[in-house]
């Protein structure tokens, strides 16, 4: 009989960049929880932040090591890089490109076994066709796998759909975050299927794939069976839960466009999730293709022992 050795034994070492941020703090602790030794990419100026510095000093209680480094510091990067097997980006969108520069650390360390960069959403590679300005986050997006892969790096991309917790919560009306129990916007007929994901499961996933062989150089797609709904069955679903019956008009899809192209009052980020919203549900992207089996895998299938949030339960929460 053979025996691993220790040193595949060992549980990888995680680095997170972006750990403070909203789906960041969720892989840290499930770092921590798969017994990943966790160390945490720390900016200078965190100390002045008392939200982020709470939150690092809970880390660290929690058993994670806080790594001091900068992305304009490519020093302290290497550094950062060198003292793990994987890294993990949960970088913003506003600072995606940011990520080129820890991909040129990841390159010169040469030591790195898997990188998950921020992706997390919808896959950018199938949207080349993005509405405006939403393109430019996925154009970015691919900037950074391309530069991924250009430099030999072995990766796993992340493609975890709506996160509960922007989308669902609020039944995605737009920035609410709990839902209403008077009226909900139904965009277009609202019959197209979205997969609705907690940020907590989207973690554990992301998490299980870093030691996966199966994961190696892949699209990871995270679609929970009981939580692809569309937006009448989620808001059908609340209404049984909170017992009230809502009232649904319904905004059409040219109106949608209309609002998006010619009000300049919005910021780019309203404007960047009014584009999201129409590739999701007035479209369907995210639920009108098949996941092939082999450059990309399903997590659930991959990781059926992981027990998920169903939207139901989720849902639950808020009455
Ligand atoms: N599928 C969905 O529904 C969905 C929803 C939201 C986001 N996403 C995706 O998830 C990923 C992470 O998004 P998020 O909302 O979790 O991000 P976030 O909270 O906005 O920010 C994450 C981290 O980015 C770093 N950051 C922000 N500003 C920076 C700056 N000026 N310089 C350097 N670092 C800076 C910070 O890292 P530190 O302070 O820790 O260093 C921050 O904690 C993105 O790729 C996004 O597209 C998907």
């Known amino acids: 009989m053979t025996y691993p050795s220790e040193e595949m034994r060992k549980p990888s070492r995680v680095l997170i960049a972006g750990g403070t941020g909203y789906l960041g703090k969720n892989l840290v602790k499930?770092?921590?929880?798969?017994?990943?030794?966790?160390?945490?990419?720390?900016?200078?100026?965190?100390?002045?932040?008392i939200h982020k510095a709470q939150l690092l000093i809970s880390f660290k209680q929690a058993g994670a090591h806080l790594v001091e480094g900068s992305f304009d510091d490519h020093d302290?990067?290497?550094?950062?890089?060198?003292?793990?097997?994987?890294?993990?980006?949960?970088?913003?969108?506003?600072?995606?490109?940011?990520?080129?520069k820890l991909v040129r650390a990841i390159k010169e360390a040469g030591t790195i076994k898997r990188f998950l960069p921020s992706e997390f959403g919808m896959d950018p590679a199938r949207m080349e066709h993005a509405k405006e300005p939403a393109n430019v986050i996925f154009q970015q997006k691919m900037a950074v796998r391309h530069a991924t892969e250009a430099a030999g790096i072995p990766y796993t991309y992340i493609s975890a759909n709506c996160f509960a917790g922007y989308f669902l919560a609020g039944l995605a009306q737009y920035n609410q975050f709990v839902p209403p129990l008077d009226k909900a916007v139904i965009y277009g007929e609202g019959?197209?299927?979205?997969?609705?994901?907690?940020?907590?499961?989207?973690?554990?996933?992301?998490?299980?794939?870093?030691?996966?062989?199966?994961?190696?150089?892949?699209?990871?797609?995270?679609?929970?069976?009981?939580?692809?709904?569309?937006l009448r069955e989620v808001v059908g679903m609340w209404e049984k839960l909170c017992g009230r019956v809502l009232d649904k008009p319904t905004i059409h899809e040219e109106d949608w466009l209309i609002t998006m192209q010619q009000d300049k009052s919005m910021t780019f980020e309203t404007r960047v999730a009014m584009a999201i919203f129409y590739h999701i549900f007035f479209k369907g992207e995210l639920t009108n293709f098949d996941v092939d089996g082999k450059e990309q895998l399903e997590a659930t299938q991959l990781y059926p022992q992981v027990e998920y949030t169903s939207v139901e339960r989720y849902l639950s929460r808020f009455v």
């Open 191 to 230: 019959n197209h299927k979205v997969i609705w994901v907690d940020e907590g499961d989207i973690a554990k996933y992301a998490i299980k794939t870093i030691e996966d062989p199966r994961t190696i150089n892949k699209t990871i797609y995270i679609r929970p069976p009981l939580n692809i709904l569309s």
């Open 30 to 49: 499930a770092s921590l929880a798969q017994g990943h030794p966790t160390f945490v990419l720390v900016r200078p100026d965190f100390v002045s932040n």
């Open 76 to 100: 302290s990067l290497i550094n950062a890089v060198k003292k793990v097997d994987v890294v993990i980006s949960t970088m913003a969108e506003n600072q995606l490109l940011q990520q080129l």
